[in-house]
């Protein structure tokens, strides 16, 4: 009898994007492999130590590829709807490989069959664990580290920001604002770099202000609740605003909670709820007392221009003030 194999955790997210690519191919399924070894060594040149896979299903394939997975031994961990505000993705488990994010659209990208074909459409490969993966191009590749940046949910947000756009020549950064226009990913891009207020009071706003350190968890929910299509989806996450989400919270704890996890879990959500509604209603009256309160100014640039259009502005209006033409 053979003695078992350690295997490190980063040893099976190799393994485990290429089984996942042997699922997706075996299903006739397009399948992007995001971030960790799927990256460019341009943007990782040191090894990326993560806990799970992440991949991006053709969204008209997503029911395919999650019956695949069933089929292949993979367990349901936490669905949609309970992983993220952005609902955008859905943990599974196996035995062997480990965790999979599966995406049906990244966080600041439509999830459209557009938006995928044109990721699609420009993808190059990486190999990993000796399996040849689709992955986004280097281009795609930066967009899609800013955006999970300006989440702030990543021990190396401020390493990706610096490589995929502070670092970057004025070539590339052009490319990166062309392929924010063509996908539609505005408000994710200008929340990586320092510009979501110029989207203030839409509900995107909100949601993404809640990752940037400006905003709250009452202020997601708000969000979520009006970027919410229809009375169904509406009601539904009311009923999630006042339950704890037991999946998240099991692998917070790495156990199953117990009765008496469950009940402290909600306490501490109820207090917290009370405390940020409190906040709200204190700043609310604070900005009324002042003189010459009003509404907040919408930004001057037009609510649908591209960000290409508004980074022009912004550089016409620096050359006026010192001076220069630009």
């Not at 695949?68 to 992983?83: I, K, Q, S």
């Not at 035995?95 to 044109?118: A, M």
């Not at 899609?144 to 940046?149: D, G, I, N, Q, T």
């Not at 989440?151 to 401020?158: G, L």
Request: proline share 6%; aromatic share 8%; with cysteine.
């Amino acid at each position: 009898m053979h003695a078992p194999i350690d295997v490190s955790v980063w040893q099976r997210i190799h393994l485990g994007h290429a089984a996942l690519d042997v699922v997706a191919e075996d299903a006739g399924v397009d399948l992007l492999h995001l971030k960790g070894p799927a990256l460019d060594p341009v943007l990782a040149p040191e090894p990326r130590y993560s806990t799970d896979a992440d991949v991006l299903v053709r969204p008209s394939q997503l029911a395919v590829f999650l019956a695949a997975l069933g089929r292949c031994r993979w367990e349901l961990v936490t669905d949609f709807t309970e992983g993220s505000p952005f609902e955008h993705a859905a943990t599974y488990r196996h035995p062997e490989w480990g965790y999979v994010d599966v995406h049906r659209r990244f966080p600041g990208l439509r999830g459209d069959e557009q938006t995928f074909d044109r990721l699609w459409r420009d993808r190059t490969t990486r190999e990993i664990a000796g399996r040849d993966c689709p992955v986004p191009s280097v281009v795609a590749q930066r967009l899609v580290l800013m955006l999970h940046a300006a989440r702030k949910d990543s021990p190396h947000a401020a390493a990706d920001l610096q490589r995929a756009w502070t670092d970057a020549d004025e070539e590339t950064r052009r490319a990166i604002e062309q392929l924010v226009d063509e996908l539609g990913a505005e408000i994710g891009f200008a929340a990586a770099t320092g510009h979501v207020d110029d989207y203030r009071g839409t509900p995107e706003w909100r949601l993404w202000t809640a990752f940037t350190g400006h905003g709250s968890r009452l202020g997601e929910w708000r969000a979520r609740f009006l970027l919410a299509r229809g009375w169904r989806a509406k009601v539904d996450l009311l009923s999630r605003m006042v339950r704890v989400n037991r999946p998240r919270l099991e692998l917070e704890l790495g156990h199953p909670p117990t009765r008496a996890e469950m009940a402290r879990a909600y306490v501490q959500r109820a207090a917290r709820a009370v405390r940020e509604l409190s906040q709200a209603v204190t700043r609310r009256v604070g900005r009324r007392a002042r003189p010459g309160h009003g509404p907040a100014r919408p930004s001057s640039e037009p609510r649908h221009s591209s960000w290409s259009e508004r980074r022009s502005r912004r550089s016409d209006a620096a050359g006026r003030s010192d001076g220069r033409v630009r």
